[in-house]
RNA sequence: GGUCGGAUGGCCGAGUGGCUAGGCAGAGGUCUGCAAAACCUCCUACAGCGGUUCGAAUCCGCUUCCGACCUCCA
């Protein structure tokens, strides 16, 4: 915490400097998935961004208490507006499946993808489904403020008569006379008083599955309901950063600050963070407009827009290298990229324990350590920190080639910043095969080589490297012998 | 249509008044039996047109193009 960090804050549209409510803790809730499908790459970017947040946080000596929900109920369904079809609900009836099939099937499915990514897990992670008596007791406490009304067992926030004693584009900056104006008349809102009012509590139709009894009707949530609800129940009536993707920005969490203001008359969070959009061919990813990748598909390279496959921790790597705040355009060239430098980056990591320290030192690493935290300092600036980390391989690359000196004081430091950085601040692992017999066999087969090498058998000695080049294993010839890589 | 944002070298992508990141690709060199890796050197760009300034990729105006949101979306 002695760090100096600044964030932008999508309220002030600035950069702030971090003050806590009550350091060293640090509450964060970022609006987590709908479990209706798979998760893609457009979604990991999100919570990838976090993580790092996450991390950085944690690193520099926070005690962060992170909120991600699962939305499992109450998301309605395109054009229909609030009169749409619950989305699990109607995937659910497709596959003829139980509703919490589909989001087992598909929670499951996203906790997998994190742990692929090397996203760790939130604090706390809940679900809609298990806050629909805290959203009920929230509806009750909006309409008692009398911010809400019912009409034939719903409820709807009256954004108009909220707007009159408060600012209800206090986050997405618009007025409210051109969000009406623009705001397009949609079918089946004919229960609404005022065009921008959503639903706070829809009473079910006789043949929607999920459904739960309230005061008003047997029903179910609100969408921006269940993240006003239960980050106040776990991180309190204010706390410090909520967070979400670019996309949630004007409507979802515009709407949740209007609840939790109405409910408790106190803005949730200080600090506001939205990170950007992943595009293919400069069009944002999303699922409706059919131009998303599965992780899966990224993996194994079976996708018509991809040549080859990438490996989890590359494209990490890859939405990495761009700030959080920037759009990410998604193309071959630009993961062949990523896939190299990642690589050169984690080779300069496995060096770090095999380099000899020397009486003096050409370099002062503490000013390449200080240049780390001043780039995450400045709004989690993992690009310029990944700058700096190539001059860190720079120096562990020439330090084992001989050609620079360092002294143990400096290589503690390299060692140190190097692997906090790279491991657990932009939370990069290696993906090479570990733990088993493999690296003896190499050596092995690496000796005999080497043997044929010093008879000057380089017929045999480029067999056995093509032929373990063949099968995935690079050798490197040094002046201290000879290593290998995976490919 | 309204609101907001963006346009950086072959590609990706930082940078917000002078010091002009980084990765990948390309060229040359060192090393090496040859490769590979590594290191060194080079390629030095800011959509266009005006303006402000001693000085602008960075500030202002206009133009062109692209995107996001306005409707579920990370």
Not at 29 to 47: A, E, I, K, W
Not at 52 to 76: E, M, P, Q, S
Not at 171 to 188: F, P, Q, V, Y
Not at 437 to 454: C, G, H, Q, T, Y
Request: aromatic share 10%; hydrophobic share 40%.
């Amino acid at each position: 915490m002695e760090q100096n960090l600044f964030v932008y804050n999508t309220l002030s549209r600035k950069k702030e400097q971090f003050e806590p409510l009550s350091a060293p803790h640090v509450g964060m809730y970022v609006c987590g998935p709908t479990v209706y499908s798979d998760v893609h790459l457009g979604n990991c970017r999100t919570f990838i961004s976090f993580d790092l947040v996450f991390r950085y946080l944690t690193h520099i000596g926070y005690k962060v208490r992170y909120v991600r929900n699962v939305t499992d109920a109450g998301h309605l369904e395109g054009d229909a507006g609030d009169e749409g079809e619950d989305k699990i609900e109607k995937k659910a009836k497709l596959a003829q499946l139980e509703p919490m099939e589909i989001v087992q099937k598909y929670t499951v499915d996203f906790h997998d993808t994190m742990q692929v990514f090397n996203v760790l897990p939130p604090s706390i992670e809940p679900t809609a489904t298990g806050h629909i008596i805290e959203q009920i007791e929230l509806v009750k406490q909006i309409l008692a403020a009398g911010f809400a009304y019912e009409v034939n067992g719903s409820i709807y926030f009256d954004v108009e008569r909220y707007n009159k004693t408060h600012d209800y584009g206090i986050l997405n900056r618009r007025n409210l006379e051109d969000l009406i104006n623009n705001t397009r008349d949609l079918g089946g809102q004919d229960e609404k008083l005022g065009k921008l009012d959503f639903a706070l509590w829809i009473k079910a139709k006789p043949e929607h599955l999920m459904k739960w009894p309230s005061p008003w009707s047997l029903g179910f949530p609100g969408w921006h309901l269940e993240c006003s609800a239960m980050s106040n129940k776990y991180l309190g009536k204010q706390f410090d950063i909520h967070g979400g993707g670019i996309d949630l920005m004007p409507t979802h969490h515009t709407n949740e600050i209007a609840q939790n203001i109405a409910s408790c008359n106190k803005i949730p969070a200080n600090y506001w963070i939205h990170t950007n959009m992943l595009t293919v061919n400069g069009q944002k990813m999303s699922k409706s407009l059919g131009n998303s990748f599965l992780p899966q598909q990224l993996f194994t390279g079976n996708h018509s827009l991809l040549n080859k496959g990438y490996s989890p921790m590359t494209v990490r790597f890859f939405m990495l290298q761009a700030h959080y705040r920037s759009t990410l355009d998604f193309s071959n060239e630009a993961m062949e990229a990523s896939e190299k430098g990642f690589k050169r980056l984690m080779n300069a990591l496995a060096l770090l324990d095999g380099l000899k320290a020397s009486a003096t030192s050409e370099v002062e690493v503490a000013i390449l350590r200080q240049r780390c935290y001043d780039a995450m300092n400045d709004d989690f600036n993992s690009p310029v920190l990944i700058a700096e980390l190539f001059e860190a391989a720079r120096i562990v690359n020439s330090v084992k080639d001989g050609k620079l000196k360092i002294d143990a004081e400096n290589l503690a430091i390299l060692g140190q910043l190097m692997h906090d950085f790279v491991e657990n601040v932009l939370g990069l692992k290696n993906e090479q095969a570990a733990n088993n017999d493999l690296p003896k066999v190499l050596d092995m087969i690496v000796n005999l080589r080497n043997e044929a090498k010093s008879n000057k058998d380089y017929a045999t000695s480029d067999k056995i490297r093509n032929g373990l080049q063949e099968i995935g294993f690079q050798l490197m010839d040094g002046k201290e012998g000879t290593n290998w890589s995976k490919i």
